[in-house]
């Protein structure tokens, strides 16, 4: 999967990129603020993203979200407070809580990789992915 990091702290953005890539993904663009996440929305077409809430222009991954959201680009949120995820999810997948661990993120994301390339095999959800009420529906159907 090409994947897309938004994230404003440098050092959780690294981790985050070298666990995707050690999981075989290929990371397009990591940025830490909407307007460069939005150009490298435009300019990269991931086919996945991780995005925080909190970026360095403030509470803005929402709207980074809704902006992939339109696009039909899957994505989960990464935060320290899932509160501030509006009740819609944004159009999100789900969310992973900060901070989260190396084993939970790696489960996460195999799992969603069966989600976005439309093969869910197990519908066990790991414990470290919250997900949004529309995909928690449509896995129950």
Not at 6 to 23: C, G, K, R
Not at 87 to 99: H, M, Q, R, S, V
Not at 103 to 117: K, P, R, W
Request: aromatic content about 4%; overall charge negative.
């Amino acid at each position: 999967m090409k994947i897309l990091i938004v994230e404003d702290e440098a050092l959780l953005a690294m981790e985050l990129e070298s666990e995707v890539e050690e999981a075989g993904h290929e990371i397009v663009g990591v940025a830490a603020e909407s307007k460069q996440a939005l150009s490298l929305i435009e300019k990269t077409s991931p086919q996945f993203a991780f995005v925080d809430i909190q970026l360095l222009d403030g509470p803005t991954g929402v709207d980074v979200g809704r902006h992939l959201a339109s696009r039909s680009i899957p994505y989960v949120f990464v935060s320290g407070n899932l509160k501030r995820i509006p009740e819609d999810f944004a159009g999100a997948l789900g969310a992973i809580e900060k901070p989260y661990t190396m084993n939970g993120l790696q489960n996460a994301l195999e799992f969603i990789d069966t989600i976005v390339n439309g093969e869910p095999q197990s519908v066990t959800v790991p414990p470290s992915l919250v997900l949004s009420p529309n995909l928690l529906a449509a896995l129950s159907a």
